[in-house]
């Protein structure tokens, strides 16, 4: 089967999206909090074709929660991420039905915190893949699982190996779509230049995307709302497990935005998310640009 129209006017083609976590232990960004309406609103059977997304986030914030959920000010840091995949869909013959996805994700960052300078880099690449079905003609359901590799640049190196994995899903009707992710990232020891070695908590997420579809092609918008979740549990120093002050932490954001579903192989999704309530991070106040091309 072709991809359908609907894929390719979708808001967004990528399958998941990496958030940065920064050696700074202060910028942070929620775990796929960069992904669209539509985001895997996804065909089973089609011709092998390739896509390319960029992700684009500017968080900029100059408050942070503290351990019981209170906000308290720090100095401004402006944190810019950039995400680049590269997405080739295909599928086999022997699973009618079944689609894949092969994936590798690029990351670009810049820092800046008052007071401390900027800082320019890239992140740790990942690579990974996602497969899916469809349990009935408007609905999605899948799984995808990347691995990132400590190869970023030294500002923004993890220094650790990170698994991440998801289950991903997508509901159109006729007035409304509905998408998003549910899972968790999986760390290896962390071993920073210069510091004692620690075992990273672990990542739980959510990123729920609503929209509403105003059926008028002579303007074809959508807006839509998102509700965006991340708790990590604590890290543990490796040589003595004793845990690593305020390093559990949660953040909780909610946002709205525009999809422009102009043309069938190009797309456009901006969107503003706010945090509501954390502890232990700073506070989202972030831009998340997007851009979709099919070939």
Known sequence: MKRTATLAVSAALG?????LPSTTGR??????????????ELPANYKDFFAFVQYSGSNSTSQFFDAKG????????????????????TTIDALPGV????????PEASLEIRGGGERLGFGDTSWGFATCIKPTDNSTLGFQSFLQAPIGTDNFANNHYAHYSSI???????????????????????RAPGAVPVGPGTTFHTNLRLGYK????????????????QYNTASRFALTNALVPTSRNQD????????????PKQSFTIRYSRSVYGE??????????????IT
Not at 15 to 19: A, D, I, K, R, T
Not at 252 to 263: I, N, S, V
Not at 280 to 293: F, H, W
Request: proline share 6%; net charge negative; glycine share 12%.
């Open 15 to 19: 399958l998941g999206g990496m958030s």
């Open 27 to 40: 910028a942070a960004d929620i775990t796929f909090g960069i992904i669209g309406p539509r985001e895997y």
């Open 70 to 89: 209170n906000l308290n000010s720090m100095p401004r840091q402006n944190l810019t991420v950039g995400l680049s995949k590269f997405v080739h869909f």
């Open 99 to 106: 689609g894949f996805a092969l994936e590798a994700i690029l």
């Open 168 to 190: 991903l899903f997508d509901v159109q009707g006729q007035y409304l779509s509905f998408t998003g992710a549910v899972g968790g990232v999986f760390r290896g020891e962390q």
């Open 214 to 229: 105003l059926n008028m092609p002579t303007l074809p918008v959508e807006p839509f709302v998102a509700l965006d979740y």
């Open 252 to 263: 909780l954001a909610l946002g709205a935005g525009l999809a422009f579903l102009y043309d």
């Open 280 to 293: 232990n991070a700073p506070s989202t106040n972030a831009i998340y640009p997007k851009y979709v091309y």
